[in-house]
């Protein structure tokens, strides 16, 4: 079992096994990103409404799907709420399953107002 309370190294981080509510790597934690509540899934999937038409001819739209970035020096694997990447910078036929292997051009987070963020 791997011991979270020390900092966790990305190849770790990416050999913990799936949980239902998905993690994120931030400064060396696992953080659990809790499932999103009814209204932040409808903004997810109005999102998701209004990029399709551009995603059928230029790119693809994924909502909380993990990316691979490197932040301060340090690995860091968001999961945000809505990001698009378009077939310039993955071609149409690409698929691997795990996380995004690049920074997308669009990301979202959406923060709740009884978020701490404010």
Known sequence: MVELARKLTLETFLQLPQQETGSELIDGEAV???????????LQTALV?????????QGRIRTEWSVL????????????????????????DWFVEGACPLAPELVV???SPDSDVW
Do not use: N, T
């Open 49 to 57: 409404l209004l990029q399709a038409p551009w995603a059928q001819e």
């Open 32 to 42: 659990v990103k809790m499932s999103p509540p009814y209204s932040l899934a409808s």
């Open 69 to 92: 970035l490197c932040r301060k020096e340090q690995d860091w694997v968001p999961v945000p709420d809505f990001l698009d990447v378009s077939y310039q910078r993955f071609a149409a």
């Open 109 to 111: 987070e959406i923060i």
